[in-house]
């Protein structure tokens, strides 16, 4: 959904979100990309005893939507990881499972952004009606964004995730089965990123 029917209700915001233990930097890089396919911003804080801080800044509408979807794909996460079996040959079952969620991350990550990429078209279209002044939304609140990152964090670096095991290909397959939700991500209430998403 490119922005709210009223963009006037919806409100800049930001949350400060904790990642525990296992598999935390696999967390932060598959939140910190849904974040981003769905226009927040994110920043991954100094870790503080085993929890890794993600300070997130976006539209609430855009953050709920976030939260939605992060939690339903982190569950659906856990549970392939599970039930997949790690093959005989591979040397280190850590190193093939880590590279098993960072192709599903990747995956879903990708899908997201498609889906956002062909409902900005959609609403861009003039059949839409009001194509060029939800292209302007998007763009003001792109600028909101960044200026609120950048007040808050002037000093940033991107950063990068690696693999080094054998089971990214079938993650991302299973990432691209996962139930991303459709319909029912468009306004459904949530609960605040702020209480711990895990």
Known sequence: MPAPAQPDTDRPADRVIEIVIPWARVQAH???????????????????????????FGFASD?????????????????GLAA??????VRSVRAWRRSWLLGFATAVVQRVRAAERRATAEAALPAAGSGSR???????????IERNLGLAYP??????????????????AKGSQADLGGQRLRGAPARALGHGSR
């Open 134 to 144: 939800a292209e302007l939304v998007l763009a003001d609140r792109q600028q909101i």
């Open 84 to 89: 997949a079996p790690v093959p005989g040959r």
């Open 30 to 56: 598959l939140l910190c990309g849904l974040a981003s396919a769905l226009r927040c911003q994110s920043v991954i804080l100094p870790r503080t005893g085993s929890a890794t801080r993600i300070h997130v």
């Open 155 to 172: 000093m940033t670096r991107r950063a990068q995730i690696t693999y080094s095991g054998s089971g990214y290909g079938e993650g991302f």
């Open 63 to 79: 953050l709920e939507r976030t939260d939605i979807l992060y939690t339903s794909v982190l569950v659906q996460m856990w549970r």
